[in-house]
């Protein structure tokens, strides 16, 4: 029987798609329980690999995330940063930011990663200092209103990964709603001086650099 990609990567990767795996599941655990009102959706594990590469790129020593869920990829951005690596993590969901934080202690994570409460357009302006990795996941909605941000808490070297443009583009998420919020997000980072930007088709991620 042939191998399906899935099968294919997770063995090139020899275990580098594994780590921090009980998160994901706890994840999807969740979601499942609680039903079409949460979207505590983690990333796929196959892209575990990324951070590393990213973070070796950029030599991180912080990152940040918006979006946390259960902490899942927090967890993998914090590996793959290594023991001086820092991760802040904006969660708004406080039942979601809750269960990040026990992740973390039962992981012995808790003094790398910071989960920081609230909803991204609010937490994002108290933040001060250069992030080398930035992940948007949450509410597309709000990306538009980020830019700014993502300006002043970048250097130039430093990445900012996006996801959930799906629902500009096709795949899951078609019928939600923010298409124009995404069209306008993308328009103005892809326009910014300050970024270099590149949308992976059928990943449906967008790879910005700040130059
Ligand atoms: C797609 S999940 C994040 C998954 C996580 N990044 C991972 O890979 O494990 C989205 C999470 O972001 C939170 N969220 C959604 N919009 C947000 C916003 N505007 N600010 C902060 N958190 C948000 C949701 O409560 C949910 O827990």
Redesign the pocket.
């Known amino acids: 029987m042939r191998k399906s990609v899935k099968q294919l990567l997770t063995e090139i990767y020899d275990g580098r798609a594994e780590v921090h795996l009980s998160l994901y599941q706890l994840?999807n655990q969740h979601r499942r329980k609680h039903g079409r009102g949460c979207?505590?959706?983690?990333?796929d594990p196959l892209q575990a690999p990324l951070w590393t590469v990213l973070a070796s790129l950029t030599h991180a020593r912080r990152m940040l995330?918006?979006?946390?869920?259960?902490?899942?990829?927090?967890a993998v951005m914090a590996s793959a940063g290594g023991p001086d690596c820092h991760v802040d993590t904006?969660?708004?969901?406080p039942h979601?930011a809750d269960l990040a934080e026990q992740a973390f202690l039962e992981r012995g994570l808790s003094r790398r990663i910071r989960v920081l409460r609230?909803?991204?357009?609010n937490v994002l302006p108290t933040l001060k200092g250069r992030y080398d990795i930035v992940?948007l996941?949450?509410?597309w909605r709000?990306y538009p209103r980020y830019i700014p941000h993502l300006r002043r808490l970048t250097r130039p070297g430093s990445i900012v990964v996006t996801a959930?443009l799906n629902p500009l583009f096709g795949g899951w998420g078609g019928r939600l709603p923010g298409k124009p919020a995404i069209e306008s997000y993308l328009t103005s980072i892809v326009g910014d001086p300050h970024f270099r930007t590149y949308v992976i088709r059928g990943e449906w991620h967008s790879i910005s650099v700040r130059v």
């Not at 904006?90 to 969901?93: A, V, Y």
């Not at 609230?118 to 357009?121: D, H, L, P």
């Open positions: 994840s979207d505590m959706f983690p990333s995330e918006v979006g946390c869920g259960h902490g899942y990829t927090a904006i969660e708004g969901e979601h609230g909803r991204g357009q992940f996941d949450g509410d709000e959930n």
